[in-house]
């Protein structure tokens, strides 16, 4: 009986290992589901808590008046999202023998400038001291059109929360927005492109309250002495736009052409805000 014994035990140890084994290979199979499953449930929170971007107040582009300086126009365009400038660059610069490379060197310093500092309150470049205070002068002219028209906006929303919170598009083809409600909030609408003998002419007006607010013009003639004329003409027509709050305004005199086209354009502007 002593000689069975150790047979005896190794023949237990082995059946104990044997269903150890067994048990281990029946517990991984529920094991693995439930890691699978972990797995794939860690997934979703991540994504759902990935950011999105959301649209800004305030965004679009707006351009400011020409300045006119000693060696030709200067006009500055705003890219603005939500209330800040993201983008600047100039449409017009002084031109021609020498001005070209000192608008080639000053004009991107400008920019980054006006970018960096979010105002006009910005350095002049050295050497080129008329183009900066032009360039300075229309980043202004920009910056007070893109204020009015957020004050605008302010009050149209306030207005159509007191009346319902309504808020409507423009009609037409989808150039003018409204905001507010009885027609009382701020548009932005841009008349036909009229065409003019020496070249088109295009204008975006801000109608606040159902008053002009601000006037620019997105097209005008260019090109040799055109880009004098329209230098001259252009900011007179805007603020007569502005100031008339019709389209009823006094031709520029040297500018017949443009100022026809402009009186077009501007008339087609004003007929959506009625619509």
């Not at 409204?178 to 008349?191: P, R």
């Not at 007006?205 to 001259?232: C, F, H, M, Y």
């Amino acid at each position: 009986m002593r000689k069975s014994h150790p047979v005896r035990r190794a023949v237990l140890a082995g059946a104990a290992t044997v269903s150890g084994i067994v048990l281990l290979l029946s517990l991984k199979p529920a094991s693995d589901p439930g890691s699978a499953s972990a797995a794939g449930g860690a997934a979703p929170p991540a994504a759902a808590q990935s950011p999105q971007g959301g649209r800004g107040a305030g965004s679009g582009t707006v351009t400011g008046d020409a300045a006119d300086t000693q060696y030709g126009p200067v006009q500055v365009r705003l890219t603005v999202s939500g209330g800040k400038i993201t983008g600047a660059e100039a449409v017009r610069a002084p031109k021609g023998g020498q001005s070209d490379q000192v608008t080639a060197d000053a004009v991107p310093k400008l920019n980054r400038a006006a970018v960096g500092a979010g105002t006009a309150d910005i350095d002049a470049v050295s050497g080129a001291t008329y183009t900066s205070a032009g360039y300075v002068k229309s980043l202004q002219s920009a910056l007070d059109k893109v204020a009015a028209a957020s004050a605008g906006q302010d009050s149209g929303s306030a207005s159509g929360q007191g009346s319902g919170g309504g808020t409507g598009q423009g009609s037409g083809d989808g150039s003018g927005e409204e905001q507010g409600g009885g027609g009382q909030g701020t548009q932005v609408l841009t008349g036909d492109v009229a065409q003019t003998q020496y070249g088109p002419v295009q204008v975006r007006v801000t109608v606040s309250g159902g008053r002009i607010t601000a006037a620019e013009t997105l097209q005008a003639p260019k090109g040799g002495r055109s880009d004098q004329v329209t230098a001259d003409a252009v900011p007179e027509l805007d603020r007569a736009a502005v100031s008339a709050g019709t389209a009823d305004i006094d031709a520029v005199s040297g500018a017949t052409y443009t100022s026809a086209g402009y009186k077009q354009s501007l008339q087609s502007a004003l007929d959506r805000a009625g619509g």
